[in-house]
């Protein structure tokens, strides 16, 4: 096929805007999710407020978001900012849950062994919390891949241009291999984050 | 030596866990505080290592007030073996024990050696260094908690009904293997139970706890169970029960058949030439 070149190049960019929302989506969630934890009055509010994000459509999103941050439409940046706020919506609630749910027990022994608080939260805390944030991000991950697509119709080149490009001009194998590709990195960048947590998490499954 | 001055917790809610609570606890010796659920004597444990910080009173380890003390660098010098032995479970056995003297920063060689030499003392198999906790049975995760307290080599040793969750003769044996180690190693251990025998198995000295971290009774096993101070305390050893006052009945076939004032069986006397037959 002579498109294998174009759709494997659209593929590529459709990575270059998923892949950094989705990890600046956890980094950010963690901070946020410890905070909504150790703020217990604040726990609702921060984790309303990012949850709403949500509700926000994607498409105005795109559009009012470089007024705010002041970059241009077409901007990656601006698709990668918008694709972050999305994951941070999911990825914040799930972040706080899994940072709770460490069993009470375990927490007691890392502190009375002698953890430093901040210690106690990258050594113990986080670890234990892996296997459900895991849980979390493999949803933003699919979420993500599958909302890049929507920038398409700001111009912004991914595996969405082939939905926007065969519809307009009728090409029903451009709308299929678009839908078929997107499913497929969905799937594939699920497998590889499953794959990832069992290397790093060894422990949880016995 | 632990002493407790007139220590209290109060809770911000107006709970009082403990009233006001004055015991002294010899160096090398082994007390048990003994009471049920309740009776405070978890919080008066906590108050050692500072996981509870007394409202009133002060809490005193070698003439020194644990207040003075950073709890972080306090907790690390102290040893603390809890019930379902609090592992953690992303942790190999060896790494679990290896905690503390990584903690304070002996390099990972030296304390891998350190943790396997530990698992010798307390009897566990080297080849279940490489394990994860879950992988172990309760009888070995509570080995390998009792290894990761002793790790740092403290003088102290605080122990929260650390054989409560196991089944019973797990629990004698963990508690046999206790009496040796202690033996051996002489620590300051301050041991919770709401079990009466276990506390007499293990104790040097006794303290039984009313609610509100009262000292109902401290003494030793012998005094208490010779010469219980009131009801509270005959009712927690079962001695109003009978199952204390025990009978023995010559057996066909030689020696003791032992049971309680109730007539249940408890156990058979040998016969000892040496001994009168009890009657």
């Known amino acids: 096929m002579a498109n294998a070149g174009h759709i494997l ?18 980094l950010l969630s963690l901070p946020l999710a410890r905070l909504a934890n150790r703020l217990r009055p604040a726990r609702a509010l921060i984790l309303g407020g990012t949850g709403l994000l ?42 706080a849950d899994a940072l709770d ?46 909302l890049v697509s929507v920038s398409a119709v700001l111009g912004v080149q991914s595996l969405g241009s082939l939905f926007t490009d065969g519809f307009q001009r009728g090409i029903v194998a451009a709308v299929a291999a678009g839908i078929a590709m997107t499913v497929l990195l969905a799937l594939l960048l699920d497998l590889l984050l499953v794959l990832l947590g069992r290397l790093l998490m060894p422990w949880s499954r016995r | 030596m632990i002493e407790f001055e007139r220590a209290g917790k109060t809770y911000p809610d107006g709970t009082v866990a403990v009233g006001e609570f004055s015991l002294r606890i010899p160096s090398h010796t082994t007390t048990v505080l003994l009471g049920s659920s309740g009776c405070g004597k ?35 010098r102290i040893g603390y073996v809890m019930q379902n032995s609090g592992l ?67 003088n102290i040793l605080l122990m929260d009904e650390p054989f409560g969750a196991v089944d019973p003769l797990v629990r004698m044996e963990l508690q046999r293997e206790l009496r040796r180690l202690q033996t051996q190693l002489r620590k300051t251990i301050l041991f919770v139970t709401h079990d009466i025998d276990e506390a007499l198995a293990l104790g ?13 009774q401290a003494g030793t096993p012998e005094e208490i169970v010779a010469a ?12 109003d029960a009978g199952r204390r006052s025990l009978r023995a009945r010559p057996q066909p076939g030689g020696g003791w058949l032992v049971s309680d004032a109730g007539g249940r069986p408890l156990g058979v006397l040998p016969d000892d030439p040496a001994r009168e037959g009890p009657g």
Do not use: C, K
């Not at chain 2, 006794?206 to 509100?212: A, C, F, R």
């Open chain 2, 42 to 76: 978890t919080t008066l444990l906590r108050m050692v290592n500072r996981m509870v910080d007394p409202t009133s009173g002060r809490v005193l380890i070698d003439g020194e007030d644990v207040a003075q003390e950073a709890p972080v660098a306090l907790r690390r």
């Open chain 2, 228 to 239: 219980p101070a009131n009801d509270f305390v005959a009712r927690f050893l079962g001695l």
């Open chain 2, 204 to 216: 040097d000295q006794i303290v039984v706890l009313q609610p509100g971290g009262q000292i109902a």
């Open chain 1, 101 to 146: 749910a460490v069993d009470e027990d375990t927490r007691l022994a890392a502190t009375a062994l002698g953890h430093s608080s901040r210690g106690r939260f990258w050594t113990v805390e986080l670890p234990l919390a892996g296997p459900a944030l895991l849980a979390g991000l493999r949803v933003v991950s699919v979420s993500t891949i599958s």
């Open chain 1, 9 to 26: 190049g659209l593929t590529g960019a459709h990575l270059q805007l998923s892949l950094p929302a989705i990890a600046a989506a956890f």
């Open chain 1, 54 to 95: 949500y509700a926000v459509p994607s498409l105005p999103l795109f559009i009012v978001l470089p007024v705010l941050i002041g970059t241009g439409v077409r901007d990656t940046l601006n698709v990668i900012v918008a694709l972050t706020l999305f994951g941070l919506a999911l990825m914040v609630r799930s972040a």
């Open chain 2, 88 to 154: 953690l479970p992303h942790r190999r056995v060896i790494d679990n024990i290896a905690t503390v003297p990584r903690l304070t920063g002996m390099p990972r060689g030296a304390a891998h050696e350190r943790a396997r030499e530990l698992m010798r003392t307390v009897g566990l198999d080297s080849g279940l260094a490489r394990r994860y906790p879950g992988q172990l049975s309760g009888g070995q995760q509570q080995r390998v908690g009792v290894a990761r307290a002793l790790a740092s080599d403290p």
